[in-house]
């Protein structure tokens, strides 16, 4: 079983930055693929960054091409996503999420391709 925990989240004004982590429980954190994904109200989830579990590759959504980085630091278990630039449009819970060794943009992307689920932490960014 695999705990996820975000934090990191807050209000910020338009073109500032917040990072946002994520801790995760348990020994496996090395075979895990780790996501972000977003949920704005009256949406649905949206993928928006992913690292596969061998660190080699990074995949993300084109809105946020050039303006986020993720990161993981599997000494902590923790992954990281950095976000600069942002946008009012940005607005939304962030959720961390864990699969085991998925690889690919298309699998990646996938909300089911994700075992595990954090809670979500509330991004708002004012104009």
């Known amino acids: 079983q695999v705990q996820l925990v975000e934090s990191g989240g807050g209000l910020v004004q338009a073109g500032g930055s917040l990072r946002l982590s994520c801790a995760a429980s348990?020994?496996?954190?090395?075979?895990?693929?780790m996501g972000w994904f977003r949920q704005a109200p009256g949406k649905e989830r949206e993928f928006v960054a992913g690292i596969d579990w061998n660190g080699q590759n990074t995949y993300y959504t084109n809105f946020v091409k050039g303006r986020f980085t993720i990161s993981r630091d599997d000494a902590k278990n923790m992954v990281d996503l950095q976000m600069n630039s942002l946008k009012p449009e940005d607005t939304a819970v962030y959720y961390c999420a864990a699969g085991y060794y998925g690889s690919g943009q298309n699998t990646v992307s996938s909300s089911n391709s994700y075992n595990y689920w954090g809670q979500g932490t509330q991004v708002t960014v004012s104009s």
């Open positions: 348990g020994r496996t954190f090395s075979s895990l693929t």
